[in-house]
């Protein structure tokens, strides 16, 4: 897409039960992702588009179900400045960013869409640490030495946002 990233990946691809044998039945479980919630929608109205048009020209039925989807995880960047500054108060961290564009949606992003359609402000915060591969990788794992930073920093935002 031109106004930012976006994919579609296969997970799963199933059909058929010998190498010359036409299958009956297949299924595909995908996803879509795009950089923002419009960019996706876009991906989501194209790939069924391009299913459908795929069916259509072999004369075959298809049906489309949608199991899951959220809208972009959009953080205010100055949410994430004061983070910031209370992050490197603390002395844990090797290197704090203030803000990274996700380029894509999480289930968080339901609870921060709400507090900020509420008027309030949400960041989303990620922890860094050495992994076996990377995210939605089924080799994937990373040094869970690193939560309890994660928990001291999140006690710290508790303390320093309650009341405010």
Not at 134 to 144: A, L, Q, V
Request: net charge negative; glycine share 10%; aromatic share 8%.
């Amino acid at each position: 897409h031109g106004q930012g990233a976006s994919r579609i990946n296969v997970g799963v691809l199933q059909a058929g039960t010998g190498r010359n044998v036409l299958p009956d039945v297949g299924l595909i479980k995908m996803e879509t992702r795009g950089a923002n919630t419009e960019i996706n929608e876009f991906m989501v109205t194209e790939a069924r588009r391009m299913i459908k048009a795929s069916a259509d020209m072999y004369n075959v039925d298809v049906t489309v179900s949608e199991a899951g989807g959220a809208p972009a995880c959009v953080a205010d960047h100055e949410l994430g400045a004061e983070i910031k500054v209370l992050a490197e108060a603390c002395g844990q961290y090797g290197q704090v960013v203030d803000y990274m564009d996700l380029g894509g949606s999480e289930d968080c992003s339901y609870f921060m869409e709400r507090v900020q359609q509420n008027g309030g402000r949400a960041a989303y915060l990620m922890y860094g640490t050495e992994i076996a591969a990377g995210h939605h990788n089924s080799c994937f794992d990373f040094d869970e030495k690193c939560l309890y930073k994660a928990v001291a920093m999140l006690t710290e935002l508790a303390i320093a946002y309650t009341n405010k």
